[in-house]
């Protein structure tokens, strides 16, 4: 199975201010057709996750253009470029490469 | 828009079997883009991926779980549900069910559930 392993996993941010979290993959998850299948997902206090990031770098629908997704193989960041109030809760990564699906351990997220 | 919604029994007794549904609405569980999932998530712990079906009657499961788990799909209800026998204290989560595409290039698991509970307690 893949491992992800997600850095830091608690991450005091300041309404406003840029936050960035790293999530490395035990192997690439750069397919042949040149896109990685990474997701990042964003559970807030007490709801289901919600999908952010596809394929890396793609938002999902509704997201707003202050998450931004980077990096390729092994490699991989989430971008916050202004903290706002409602981004806290934990942050998760998730290849999509394989099955089985391997999750972060999760990135908490507090202002 | 495609909404999913858990239900499940709430409590069960360690060694017994627990049933869970997930009924989809504004889509199809025979939709050819999707896998069906179910992840859980332990009080206090992250995100696990338990398995998924599609509707030509595939399934996957996670290793660890496979002996216990088993997947269904109804499609003249549009739902699908989960089974898990033997249940121990450690099976005591919050369950999701999640639609996640067959083709890697549309979005990820973009719709989820509102999860339901499992206690397992005697």
């Known amino acids: 199975d893949i491992v992800m392993t997600q850095s830091p996993l608690s991450l005091p941010v300041t309404h406003g201010e840029p936050a960035s979290i790293s999530c490395r993959s035990s192997?690439?998850?750069?397919?042949?057709?040149?896109?990685?299948?990474l997701d990042w997902y964003l559970q807030k206090p007490g709801q289901s996750p919600q999908l952010l990031i596809y394929?890396?770098?793609i938002r999902a629908s509704g997201v707003p253009d202050r998450f931004s997704g980077s990096g390729s193989g092994t490699d991989f960041t989430l971008k916050i470029s202004r903290v706002e109030a409602e981004d806290v809760g934990i942050y998760y990564c998730m290849q999509a490469l394989e099955i089985p699906r391997t999750f972060g351990q999760g990135t908490k997220v507090e202002i | 828009q495609v909404h999913l919604q858990e239900s499940g029994p709430g409590l069960v007794k360690p060694s017994e079997t627990v049933s869970l549904t997930c009924a989809v609405s504004?889509?199809?569980?025979?939709?050819?883009?999707?896998?069906w999932s179910w992840i859980r998530q332990r009080p206090g712990k992250g995100l696990e991926w338990i398995g998924y079906?599609?509707?030509?009657?595939?399934?996957h499961y996670e290793a660890s779980l496979q002996s216990r788990v088993t997947m269904l799909m109804d499609t003249s209800k549009n739902q699908f549900s989960l089974k898990l026998s033997s249940v121990t204290a450690a099976d005591t989560a919050v369950y999701y069910c999640a639609r996640d595409p067959l083709s890697g290039l549309l979005p990820g698991m973009d719709v989820w559930g509102q999860g339901t509970t499992v206690t397992v307690s005697s």
């Open positions: 192997q690439s998850l750069l397919y042949n057709n040149g896109h990685n299948y």
């Open positions: 394929l890396g770098s």
């Open positions: 079906i599609y509707h030509r009657g595939h399934t």
């Open positions: 504004g889509g199809s569980v025979s939709d050819d883009d999707y896998y």
